[in-house]
């Protein structure tokens, strides 16, 4: 993960799912996580057959759908997003402990008050994950 994560997202380990923005243009953001043998929900999900939750694979693309926002200037830097709504999720493959999730998200309507994206995760060219979800924005001062 460099840097750069962390002046585009408020979110930090455990729960920093974000290692790069591949790509980001006004329409499409790409990202990348590789999910290391230690993170920690492995210990539990499952111990003798480690595999990443989907409410996880669900939060990386929402992540990495903030963290490009946030990288185009479109989202301020004082600028808080939280999950309102997740729809159409299906999840079509494991995700295991060593590999890289390249995140394709597409932003269907961005304003300064929500965020709508839709996003599928992949290993390699096998989708993993695909889901809708609304985002609220808020600014920090507004907490």
Request: proline share 4%.
């Amino acid at each position: 993960m460099s840097n750069e994560i962390e002046t585009l997202l408020p979110h930090r380990a455990p729960f920093l799912f974000v290692d790069e923005i591949l790509s980001a243009d006004q329409e499409t953001i790409t990202a990348r996580h590789i999910f290391g043998e230690g993170e920690f929900f492995f210990q539990g999900h499952f111990p003798q057959y480690p595999v990443v939750p989907g409410v996880i694979l669900v939060e990386t693309m929402a992540q990495s759908g903030g963290a490009g926002l946030r990288k185009l200037g479109i989202l301020g830097d004082g600028a808080l997003f939280f999950l309102a709504t997740v729809d159409k999720v299906k999840f079509r493959r494991q995700v295991r402990p060593g590999e890289e999730v390249r995140s394709e998200i597409k932003n269907l309507r961005v304003s300064a008050r929500m965020i709508k994206q839709s996003g599928r995760a992949f290993v390699g060219e096998e989708l993993a994950a695909e889901a809708e979800w609304m985002c609220l924005v808020s600014s920090e001062s507004d907490t």
